[in-house]
């Protein structure tokens, strides 16, 4: 069965800090994985995604992610954060196994940001 | 585009009364999901249908029933409300399977 683990469920960092977000996840094939973002009263957004290829992946608002298969890793980063990026974090894990993409998502990692 | 909308945004039923979480996405999607987000427990998936005419149960689908009734529109019922199902509803909808989930704003529903 697929799994996500985010082990840190919150974290605050000083706004313009560097941040990472950790990811680990199991899966028995080739996995999908996506980050999400979720603001207070809202639905997910995707920052996002790798299905393939290059390992690094580039998202919106600044994140990049990084892909490592060895680790079983797909941790989430930002060079600075800002003040607007607190909100809470979701990794996700997906794939072709089985009928329809049933995504298994982590429970999350709440970010706060100290001005 | 709307993209993915949900109604209600709130609801408080009583214990036993029934209801129905309407979803609707306008961007041709085959896929479509319902989740619900518990504190501490993630988004965790109740039902899903991967095309029209389709439906399979999720990883908590005891409680509910859905309907894929075209193929923009995909429902959850709540047959008699439990406290238990006191949530956070969303719909997700995607392309195809493995694609990525457009999410919807959610409903938050209680049950008293």
């Known amino acids: 069965a697929q799994s996500v683990t985010q082990p840190d469920i919150h974290i605050t960092v000083s706004e313009g800090a560097s941040l990472e977000l950790r990811c680990n996840y199991s899966?028995?094939?080739?996995?999908?994985l996506f980050w999400y973002v979720q603001s207070p009263g809202q639905g997910l957004q995707l920052l996002l995604k790798y299905f393939s290829g290059d390992t690094l992946v580039q998202g919106i608002k600044g994140f990049e992610a990084e892909f490592k298969r060895s680790q079983s890793s797909f941790n989430l980063r930002k060079p600075s954060v800002h003040w607007s990026d607190a909100a809470e974090y979701f990794c996700?894990?997906?794939?072709?196994?089985?009928?329809?993409?049933?995504?298994?998502f982590g429970t999350g990692t709440q970010l706060k940001v100290e001005l | 585009n709307a993209g993915v909308t949900q109604t209600p945004k709130f609801q408080v039923l009583k214990t036993g009364q029934s209801m129905t979480l309407q979803c609707a996405q306008d961007m041709n999607h085959n896929s479509m999901y319902w989740y619900r987000q518990d504190p501490g427990m993630g988004l965790r998936l109740i039902y899903y249908?991967?095309?029209?005419?389709?439906?399979d149960k999720g990883e908590v689908p005891n409680g509910y029933n859905v309907s894929r009734l075209n193929k923009r529109e995909f429902s959850l019922r709540l047959e008699s409300a439990a406290p238990s199902q006191t949530s956070v509803y969303f719909c997700?909808?995607?392309?195809?399977?493995?694609?990525?989930?457009?999410f919807g704003p959610g409903t938050r529903l209680t049950v008293l």
């Open positions: 996700a894990v997906g794939g072709l196994t089985g009928g329809g993409n049933k995504l298994t």
């Open positions: 997700a909808s995607s392309e195809q399977a493995a694609d990525t989930q457009y």
């Open positions: 899966y028995g094939a080739t996995p999908y």
């Open positions: 249908s991967a095309s029209e005419g389709t439906t």
